[in-house]
Each structure stands twice: as C-alpha cells, then as structure tokens.
C-alpha cells in the first residue's frame, strides 16, 4: 500500500492504495464517487472516462502510482467545470436509456468542447467512441450538435 | 387482480418499508441529492401520507409514485407514474418513483401483483396495470376533493383539481394536494370515481417528459446495482466454470488470504441450494425453475480491485464436464446440421398437405444464427447479507418476483425474511430476467454470512457466463405456384436451450392466414451445454431474420417485387399489416432507382403475437446499403413503420425504437460467441464487436403514420429487433445479388463485379 495524493473535482485528497490500482477503483472504492462507471476493465468502451489532467482519460487502465499528484475531473465534477449545459440538454432531449454508459459519454464529450467549440460530425466519431449498448448514438450526436450551436450562440452574445 | 381492493384504501399507515428512492431530485431539502453519499433506498414516502401503497404525498406536494416496474432504460417506470398522474392531476414537477417493494408485495397479498409479469422491467402500458394506475390516480384524487370539500364545507362537485391544486370554482379558494393530503388518506371512498375517457386525457399520448431518471443520470448521482453502498460492505470477485455445467476440483486458498485486504475464499457448490420451504408454490412462475448455481469460487476483500487480484492469481483446477467434449462450436453446430440434413422432426405446426404438393419451382435454404451475449453495459453485480433468519439483497434485477423467489430457493428462507432492493439497471435486454445472477450474489454472501458482500463478475465472466441467444439453424423449402406464390412451405428449426420458442415461426401469419395453404413447421432439439436465456425479443429475432429472408427469395425467385409479394400473401389477412409495409416502402422511396451497389430491403415482423389479428406490434423496416465492389458494407438509411395499437408517449417511443434499430444491426453484423473445449473465447468488447456512433447509419427515420389507433397500447421494447436482420440481408441481395443465410454478417463476403 502506499499514500497517492490527487485532486479530484477541486479537492486535494489523498488515498491509502495499492499502487497498482486503477484510478477507477480508486474512484469507486476508496473515494465513494460511483458516477464513474465499470463497463470492460481494458478502455474498450469508455464508461470509466474521466477528465486526467483535462484530458479524456479511461480510468479503468491508469494506475494510482502513475498519476499521484493529477488533477482529475469525474462526472460528480463536471457541472463546476462547464459541463452544466450538456447535462441539462441529456436529460431535456431524453438521451440516455439505461444511462449506465452516459457518464463516461458525458465526459468524453465535455473533453472534445474543449479542443472545438463545434465539432464536426468526423470529430464526435473519433472523440466519443464510448459504447453504449442501448443504442442512443443518434441522441448523443443530436445533444453534441445542439450544445455547440448554444455555446456559439452564447460566445456570441458575450 | 384486475380490480382494485377497495379494502386498501383504508390503509394509510407507513409500517412498511422497502421502496427505493430513485436518486432523482430530491424530495425534501433533508434528503441528499449525492447519491453516493447514502443509502439508495429510502423507508416509503419521503415523509408523505399514504394514501395507497402505491401512492404517497408529503406536505410540500411531492407525489411519491411506487411502481412495480423496474427501469432497465426503456422508461417504463416513467410511464407508469405518468399514468397514475394523468388522473391525479397532479403536477408532474412533484412527481418522485420509487421502485415498490416485492416484499411488501408478499406481505401484503399482491398488492403490486396487477397484469402481465407484474414487477418486470417492461410493459409500462400493460392494459390491467394501466387501468389500475389511471384508477388509482382517479381515487386519490377524489378522497382529495371530498377532503377538501369537507374543509370547506361545499359541494364536492364545485371544486377541481389541477396542478396539484384544488380550487373552489363559486370562491375560487385554493388548497395544495400536500394541504389536504392527511385528511384525504382517512376519506373511505365507496364508488370508484369516473375515469376520463381517453379522448378527454390531457397528458398521456400528448406530453413526452424525459424520464424521471435522467437528471440523476446524467449528474452521476444515478445508482445502479453496482454503486450500492452499505454500511460494513465487503467486496467480491466471482469465478465460475469457464464451461458451463462444469465443477470446481480443486483451489489453494492458501495462495491468496495473505494478500492485501484478503477476507476469504468462497466455495459456490449448486448442491447447497437449499430449496423453497415445504408447502409454498412461486406464484409468478418465472425464475427458480429457470436457474440453479453454478459451480464456483470467489474472493472475498475489502476492495474490489483486492478481490480481483486474489481471485487472479488464485489456483484453480477445474472439472469441465460434458461441455468440454466440444473442441469448438462448430462440433456443437454438427448436431444441427446432421439433423437437418436427415429430413423433419417432430411437427409442431400443419396446414394442408406438403407432400400433395407436386411440380412447381422448388427453394430449398438454410439458415443459421449463433450464440450472442446481452453484452448490458452494467456488469452482473449484486449486493446481499445472509445470516440464518434473513436475507437482504440491493440487486438490478429486471424481474422482482423472480428475484425474490430465486434467493427463497437458494436460501431455504421464507419470503418474508427475504427483502430486496430494486436498484437501477444498466441494461440488461433480458439477461437479468431469470435471475441466476441474483442467485450466485445471495450463494457467496451465504458463505460469508452477517456481512453485506458485494459480487461483481468482472466484464470478463459476465461475458463467459452469459445466458446466451439460442442459436437456432432453419431449413425451408418452397414450392411455388404459376404465380410465383407458395403453395406449400415447411420448416425444420433446430434450437435447444432453455429458451426454445417458436414465435414468428410456428404462428407466422404467412402460415397462419392460410395465405400459404400447405404448410408444416418440424422441431428437432439441440443438445449443448451451453447456458441460453432471454435477449431481446427472444428467438423471434432470429426467427423473424429467416422466416423474412427466406420469403424474400421466394419473391426472387417468382421475379416478384418483394413489397408485392409480401402484400398479396398478408394484405387480406390483416390489412394493419399492409398499411405498416406500405407506410415504410412510401417513406423509404421504395421502388425509386438506385445506383449499381446499393439496394434496399424490407422485412415485416410482430412481437409477441404474430399470427393473432389486432395485436402485438407490429414493425416494417426498411434498410437501403450500399456495398463497395470490394464488399465495404454501408448502412446509409433504415426507415422503421408500426403499428402498436395506441401510444402513449411519443419520443419514449421513438427513444426504444431508434435505440432497437441499432441493437438489431449489431446483432446481425457483429455477434458471434464461438467456442473452444466448451468455453466461450469471445469475453470482452475487443473481441466482440460493438457498434460506435461512427458506425451507427447517418438516417434513422420513425415514422409514426402506420398506427392503426387500435384498442391496445403493446410494447415497443423487441419487436423492432425483428424485421431489422432481415431488411438488412435483404438489401444486400438487392445491391450485390448475395443471399446471407447465417449472421454475423461481418463474416460473408460482399465483393461484387
């Protein structure tokens, strides 16, 4: 076991762990932030995903040990870092079904707005790989394409 | 219980408890929002007034709606509150579900046991749960206007209810629901009150809310099976035999309890299920009969990802059992083949005379489709403690009695000390149906009694130990007539397993109508050892994919358009069934000229009831690809019409339907489990294929213009898997004048000239 210090939603906290554990379970187990889901265990289908330093990032497959000192944002996180406006479009356009996967779909999305305030349909494919079993995939585009013309509508109001 | 015991509506007292607070907005300012900071169940009412079992509201006018419906992302237990509001009145802004507790149910005679699989996770608009939901509504409302009637000494009559309000229409005075409430839960109510008549419904079939689910969903806050907390819980993780039936031989425990966070190493033998009690029957049915434990082994820790290690390096010998005789799948497929190849089997289904049939063009095909796993995105988990007289479990099953039932029979405990914990579910498409995995989490926690343990089988062994798809192989033969039209059709369908159903096959209505007169359905069962059970639409996916693909090539070989075809053989029937073909065909463009290598099909299929007129629903799929000379498959537009009789929320509607299109593509694109020495080799996603947004296709058009407006609001959850297979096959004749007879079709080559 050893002490791994992180800052997770803008607090500093520090977990007693083994060093080989996945920030998922650190997450899940030693944190009690369950918004962060396990879907697969080897960052296949992106239901752990999560903010590493401001990047899109699967926790299941990243050690403790490799990221003591980061900066991560969870889904728990995601309101206080500019993701309030895509968590209100998901529940107004009845996005998710089961919504198991749509935690880790929400954060890769927020990910992908902070390299292109209006992605492409090309940049949503490669940037929200997330599996999502229930087939919401059309939601998800229809939410993505929304939020961005709201963001440019506000960017240009400002 | 199809009507209402009015003996209920006396009962106001809270003794119960057991429902589970959705982490949806919270009830009161004392109840947290963060779903991870509590218990994700609540004693019933959020500190309401009963006013029935089902319904509960607190001063501040939070209607608290207890469904029996779980929520496997279909939002069925948002339709069922939204059912009870209509006739409430109340404001759907205050409206909270909590999932109704099966224990009480027991305990209370029945009192959530109302329709057809009465705590499942579907039929949110089953016809006798909805009545009783809308009556339900109805009466609470009434003992709220009568209370408030008596406040004010007027006329009952003089005061609506609205919103949530009651207002005194001569005075316009006003009183909240929340005002009156505990007066109105004393009101004894003597006649059921009048029922809106449908025409007069202002919310269900007009408005669409988002589930009542979605906020928290999209928070985090959600919690499903696999987020439980309980106070003291210990986690665990679950091996099996990776081939089925087969036993554990030998483990070293010895090995792993000096790890790290290390409790214990448990043994799961199927011979210490201790059986239902003497003297009492399931009355449900489903579940017991259709599971028993599994031979296994599991480590318990104080940490999952403890468990998990352990249980990795731990040394395990198996016993593989008859399964491990078959080197792959293609041994067990061999039995089919053979079967099929030596003539019928036994006949389930006759019509006319095959064997009068002479001349004529004869079509003779075989199809096949494999395992597939539900692949639900929440691995199986559950949490549960046992000790010697009592067994709480916190568990995301789709099925509350089967649940229930499942831990009396592997604890040996009566139901009433059996209480269970509806969470919310992350997927399931039928594999949390028989609860199998209900029963392995109450069979460790067993063997590490007084502690909750927590059981997660890691993606791994959820995928090794699924409850496959039956694979089912189908040969057919045709003999056509001087139009083209068949004249006799039989079919003999090898499938095993302990889901073997005939829908779509034994009562097409091709076969059914006597559209076809001469018609014979044979069956020969298949042995394996492999485990099989519900995935959406259970065999009738498969079904439908042949049954439509096969009369597809009659329609080639007649040189008969197939939207033709397929009209002369139903359109007399049931014209319903017409105006969906035809409805999809219009939008789809259908018959309009396309360039060379791509192509469109159709394929039309009703669950549950395909050969009953006026039922079931019923779906038309329209699928038009493109294939590259060197066989690149592109699915550039499915177009899906339907017919379910009446709907009563439009976008949950399109939500399953769009969500059921994609399902059926992946199904028979990408799904295959295979075997070697008995196990299953395909146990995570990058080895099982799974469609991403970039391969969903750019058009998915609903199309609402089919529905007949019928006397039925049918479920919409499986039925579109059916014709989706088929349309897609289909179409790919249509472009590249290549016939699939077997899935997946990510396998066949498409190459054309």
Redesign the interface.
Known sequence: ?SEITLKVNGQLLSVDV?P???LL?VL???L???????????A??G?CTVHLNGEATRSCSVTAEAISGAEVV???G??QTGGAV???L??????????????GV?MATAAMFKQTAKPTDAE???L??????????????AAIHKAAGMMVAEGAAA | MSEIDRRSFLITSGLFSGGMALGVAPASAAEPKDGTSHAPWATDGSGGVEMHPWISIAPDDIVTIRVPTPEVGNGAATQVAMNVCEELQCDWSKVRIEFASVRRDYLEKGIYTVGRQPMFSGHGTDPERMKMALQLGASARERLQRAAAFRWKVWQDEIDAKDSVLTHRPTGRTLRFGEVAAEAANVLVYNEPDMKSEAEWTFLGKASPFKLTAPAIADGSAVYGIDVKVPGMVHAALKQCPVHGGKLKSHDPKVVLGMPGVRAVVVVDPAKSRGVPKGLTNPVGMGMILTTAQSGVAVIADHYWQAKKALDALPVEWDLGPGGKFADEKAVYAQGKAALAKGKGPVIRARGDVSSVKGGKVLDASYATPWCENAAMEPLNGTAMVTADKCEMWVPAQDQHAALWVAVDETGLMPDKVDMHQTLIGGAFGRRTASDDVRMVVAVAKEYPGVPVKVIWSREETMAQGRFRTPIMTRFKAVLDKEGMPEAFTAHTILGGLIAMMSSLEDSPYVVSGAIPNAEISSTFLPYHVQTGAYRGPCYNSHSFMVESFIDECAAAAKIDPLDYRLRLIDKWDPAWGVVLKTAAAKADWGKPLPKGEGRGIAIANWPNAGLRKNGTTVCCVVHVAVSRSGALSVKQVDLAFDCGKIANRDAVAAQLEGAVIFGLNSVINEEITLKNGAVVETNFDVYPMMRIGDVPPVINIHFDALSGDDRFQPVGEAPVGPVAAALGNAIFAATGKRLRQTPFRKARLNWT
């Open positions: 076991m083994a080989d554990t996945p379970w899940r187990d030693h009690g932030m369950t918004g962060t889901k396990f879907g697969c265990g080897i296949q289908c239901a969870t889904i728990e995601l309101s895509l968590q209100k998901w529940a107004d356009m009845n996005v998710s079904q089961c919504g198991y996967c749509q935690a929400l949503i494919d490669a929200v790989s997330n599996i999502c079993r229930c087939g919401t995939y059309p939601r998800i585009r």
